[in-house]
């Protein structure tokens, strides 16, 4: 089905369900009263109008896709203009490049990332994170073994940064922020979000 | 971050090699395999740290390492080296019979084994940011994870249902505080996640303990095992003293669990899983009824 006709039919929005906090987004969408869907297999994301790519881990996510067919039809997807959400995780996985690792990624949004960047496992934090877009209420930002922006490319936004680095960035349809705001109750996020697939949708 | 995956025991830097190809989330650095522990009797200790180290330096996954339980020495060894979770297990041999390690007072994250809410909900207390059925490690024996993971979901549900005025006495006979009990009655969950260990030595299994609520899956010897090169029924031993391997199998076969984790609620994948174990079979499993009570690693730390 073309992208147009996906978000007029009110398609589900998909949580990439391969690994990772699934479960949370998947309340969050819940919350703000859009139909969500777990996506493992390739007619399930062949249904979505938009679609998370959760935390998790960056080095098994993309095994996985590989392993079970996905990744092909997600970066066509992708290209052919499906609204994508990479959060932590999310974010490396959409990269064109990881910071001084040989790390495959799908490569659909022009960012170099470097992984870890906020320290390995203990050093993770609730930061109140200024998103103008969002509005002057700073946004509650988990960061765990985050990434950050190294480098981007001339079409991409940075919409927040942490530390001098962009922490929530915006490609056209793509969109990747290095915290957890599934692990938050401000669904700010998921409506900016439902918002790139369907502009009416926002209040 | 971890949710949905599989955790891999892993010995040396070649199998944590072969357990982040298969697509494990993490790896666990212990000494010997739960199996070979059980095997060899003696005190099980953390790993050696060079060898910890050589894991660590191998992978791009986080790395775990056991300690034995109350043991502080080991475990600031290993949260000074930066790995990014320790198991404070039973597997090993307890180093403090009263008390386990306080947690809270480590800037890195715990996992912790528990048999039932109380135990879990104890852990937690103590800071574990993560707890596992204990299972019966190195048993190739589901059947007490599954109890566990029984117990524990019954004790949530139990709480859930319980009038407000209740909580108070169900705090005293499990033992945690009335605040945590509270949480979870009002989430009907733990407050951290909750994983299977303790006996996986299938497809199938991983399917069982995904489909009673596990959010994710430790196995310890049901893969290494498996793919153990043995000569006459013995294990055979490389240069360093290391149980021998076939990689290829031993790749099959953490594929075919992961697998089986990830879409464990579709039944033609787990079949599918279940065919591609590389011409490995699955662990001899011991009959717990069989052992004595000293030889039930499960009974330890409660």
């Given at each position: 089905?073309?992208e147009?006709a996906?978000v007029?039919?009110?398609a589900?929005?998909g949580?990439?369900?391969l690994?990772?906090?699934?479960a949370?987004?998947?309340?969050a969408?819940?919350?703000?009263g859009v139909?969500a869907?777990?996506?493992k297999?390739e007619a399930?994301?062949?249904?979505v109008c938009g679609?998370?790519?959760?935390?998790?881990?960056s080095?098994t996510?993309?095994?996985?896709?590989?392993?079970?067919?996905?990744?092909?039809?997600l970066?066509?997807r992708?290209r052919?203009g499906?609204p994508?959400w990479g959060?932590?995780?999310g974010m490396?996985?959409?990269?064109?490049?990881v910071a001084e690792?040989?790390?495959?990624?799908?490569?659909?949004?022009d960012?170099c990332?470097r992984?870890n960047?906020f320290?390995?496992q203990?050093?993770s934090?609730e930061v109140a994170?200024?998103?103008?877009v969002?509005g002057?209420?700073?946004?509650p930002?988990i960061?765990?073994?985050?990434?950050?922006v190294?480098s981007?490319?001339?079409?991409?936004?940075?919409?927040?940064?942490?530390?001098?680095?962009?922490?929530l960035v915006?490609q056209?349809s793509i969109?990747a922020s290095?915290?957890h705001p599934?692990?938050?109750h401000?669904?700010?996020?998921?409506?900016?979000?439902l918002?790139?697939?369907t502009?009416?949708?926002?209040? | 971050m971890?949710?949905g995956?599989?955790?891999?025991?892993?010995?040396?830097?070649e199998q944590?090699?072969i357990?982040?190809?298969?697509?494990?989330v993490a790896?666990?650095?212990?000494e010997?395999?739960?199996?070979?522990i059980r095997a060899?009797?003696?005190v099980?200790?953390?790993?050696?740290?060079?060898?910890v180290?050589?894991?660590?330096?191998?992978?791009?996954?986080?790395?775990?390492?056991?300690?034995r339980?109350?043991h502080?020495?080991?475990?600031r060894?290993l949260?000074?080296m930066?790995?990014?979770?320790?198991?404070e297990s039973e597997?090993?041999?307890p180093a403090?019979?009263?008390?386990h390690l306080?947690?809270?007072?480590?800037r890195?994250?715990f996992v912790c084994?528990a048999?039932?809410?109380g135990?879990?909900l104890?852990?937690?207390s103590e800071?574990?940011?993560?707890i596992r059925?204990?299972?019966?490690?190195?048993?190739g024996n589901i059947?007490?994870?599954?109890r566990h993971m029984r117990?524990?979901r019954?004790?949530?549900?139990?709480l859930?249902?319980?009038?407000?005025?209740?909580l108070v006495?169900?705090?005293?006979?499990?033992?945690?505080?009335?605040e945590l009990?509270?949480?979870?009655?009002?989430?009907?969950?733990?407050p951290v996640?909750?994983?299977c260990a303790?006996?996986v030595?299938?497809?199938?299994?991983?399917a069982l303990?995904?489909?009673?609520?596990?959010?994710g899956?430790f196995?310890?010897s049901?893969?290494?095992k498996a793919?153990?090169i043995t000569k006459?029924?013995?294990?055979?031993?490389?240069?360093?003293g290391f149980p021998?391997?076939?990689?290829?199998?031993?790749?099959?076969?953490?594929?075919a669990?992961?697998?089986?984790?990830?879409h464990?609620?579709d039944?033609g994948?787990?079949?599918?899983?279940?065919?591609a174990?590389?011409?490995?079979?699955?662990m001899?499993?011991?009959d717990?009824?069989?052992?004595?009570p000293?030889?039930l690693?499960?009974q330890?730390?409660?």
């Open positions: 089905m073309p147009a996906l007029a039919s009110a589900p929005i949580v990439l369900a690994q990772g906090d699934v949370e987004h998947l309340a969408l819940q919350r703000i139909a869907l777990a996506v297999t399930q994301l062949a249904s679609l998370i790519l959760p935390g998790g881990e080095t996510l993309i095994r996985l896709l590989h392993r079970f067919a996905l990744a092909a039809p970066v066509a992708i052919a499906l994508v959060t932590c995780m490396i996985v959409l990269a064109h490049e690792l040989e790390q495959e990624t799908l490569d659909v949004l960012i990332v992984r960047a320290g390995r203990m050093a934090a994170l200024d998103i103008p969002l002057p209420e700073p946004f930002a960061f765990i073994r985050a990434p950050w190294e981007l490319g001339a079409g991409v936004e940075v919409l927040a940064s942490h530390g001098g680095h962009g922490v915006r056209g969109l290095a915290f599934e692990l938050t401000d669904d700010r996020l998921h409506h900016y979000f918002g790139m697939i502009p009416f949708a926002l209040d | 971890l949710k995956g599989v955790i891999m025991d892993v010995v040396t830097p944590a090699l357990a982040q190809e298969a697509g494990a790896v666990m650095a212990l010997r395999i739960p199996a070979d060899a009797g003696g099980a200790r953390m790993s050696d740290l060079n060898l180290q050589g894991i660590m330096d191998a992978v791009s996954i986080p790395v775990m390492a056991k300690v339980i109350g502080l020495g080991e475990a060894c949260e000074q930066g790995v990014d979770f320790i198991d597997v090993l041999t403090d019979d009263k008390y306080p947690k809270q007072e480590y890195i994250p084994g048999r039932d809410l135990e879990a104890r852990r937690i800071g574990a940011a993560m059925s204990k299972g019966e490690a190195g048993s059947v007490e994870a599954v117990t524990i019954d004790g949530i549900a139990t859930a249902a319980a009038p407000p005025e209740e006495a169900h705090a005293r006979d499990l033992g945690a505080s009335y009990v509270a949480q979870v009655a009002q989430e009907r969950k733990l996640v909750l994983f303790g006996g030595s299938t497809p199938a299994d991983a303990m995904m489909s009673l609520g596990a959010e899956i196995v310890g049901g893969i290494f793919a153990a006459n029924g013995k294990a055979e031993y490389d240069a360093n021998r391997v076939d990689p290829d199998i031993a790749l099959s076969y953490a594929k669990i992961v697998a089986a984790t990830t464990f609620e039944a994948a787990v079949v599918a899983a279940s065919k174990l590389g011409g490995a079979k699955p001899a499993g011991l717990l009824r069989q052992l004595s000293h030889e690693l499960s330890r730390g409660a």
